[in-house]
Each structure stands twice: as structure tokens, then as C-alpha cells.
């Protein structure tokens, strides 16, 4: 189950990106006064479609199983190993009775900066690959543009 090891980097943050929109949207369903588990089923029928694909396979609840079972498996193997904390919290939470919505926003919250810090390095290390494209691929071309005719003068004069 250690799927997310071996996504991409892209893949990783679009899958922290997918936790980050459930979470907030659980969240939004909880503060609704929705029960967690009824508010776990509607946020997964919204964003069934926004979220990837193993991501919704993973926080998806089969019918046999209860929904504390379901929160006990994604905190002891669910696919990222540092995300795993925030379903432990949420697990431990529910099987005690205490109130989830303020955790479940401190998690939307805690894994939105997470993603956002991954981001800004991201843009960051931009201009530098960017740089090394120009400097490959229109460098060359604009160069022969702009000194082609004058190639062609100094041809001329000899």
C-alpha cells in the first residue's frame, strides 16, 4: 500500500491537493452539523469526480466495514506515511466522541500550508529551467536571425 512513494512529484501534489479539497469540503459538511461518517460518504459523492483516482479508491468506505475500521486502516496504511497522522488524529477523535470539526479544519488547514510550501519551491526552481530552455532551444534560432544577414554582407564585400 505504499503507492505514494512512487508517484511523480506532480502526482504527489495533485494527490495532496485532492486530501486538501476533501478535507476542506468534510469539514464544511461537519460544521453543517453532519454526522462524520454521513459527512464522509456526501464528501466523497461530491468530489468522487475532482479527486484522483486511487485517492477516492482509498478513502472510500465499503459496505462491510465500519467506519471506524475504515479510519484505524487509512491510519496505519494509508499510501503516504506522513499523511497517515492526520487519519490517526481524526480515528482517535471519533472512537473517543470528542468534537471533529475544529481537527478536521486544523488538517484541511495544516495540509493546505504543506501544499502551498511545496508549491512556492516549485516556482522557485522555475526560472532556473527556464532559463536552461532558452538558452537551448530560441537562443540559437534568434541569434541566426539576427546575424544571418550580416553573414550574408560580409559574404558579398569579399
Not at 499510501?79 to 497522522?85: G, K, L, P
Request: hydrophobic share 45%; glycine share 4%.
Amino acid at each position: 500500500m505504499e503507492r505514494f512513494r512512487f508517484l511523480k512529484t506532480k502526482e504527489k501534489r495533485e494527490a495532496r491537493h485532492g486530501l486538501v479539497q476533501f478535507f476542506e469540503a468534510l469539514f464544511m459538511n461537519l460544521s453543517s452539523g453532519f454526522e462524520l461518517s454521513y459527512a464522509w460518504r456526501e464528501t466523497l459523492s461530491i468530489l468522487s469526480k475532482e479527486l484522483p483516482p486511487f485517492l477516492s479508491k482509498e478513502l472510500e468506505l465499503v459496505e462491510s466495514e465500519s467506519f471506524s475500521v475504515l479510519l484505524d486502516k487509512l491510519g496505519s496504511s494509508y499510501s503516504s506515511v506522513e499523511h497517515r497522522i492526520w487519519f490517526q488524529t481524526i480515528s482517535e477523535l471519533y472512537q473517543s466522541g470528542a468534537g471533529l470539526t475544529e481537527a478536521v479544519r486544523g488538517v484541511a488547514l495544516t495540509l493546505r500550508k504543506e501544499h502551498e510550501r511545496d508549491l512556492e519551491n516549485h516556482i522557485r526552481a522555475l526560472p532556473t529551467k527556464l532559463n536552461v530552455c532558452m538558452l537551448l532551444f530560441f537562443l540559437p534560432p534568434t541569434l541566426a536571425v539576427l546575424f544571418f544577414p550580416l553573414l550574408l554582407e560580409i559574404l558579398k564585400a569579399f
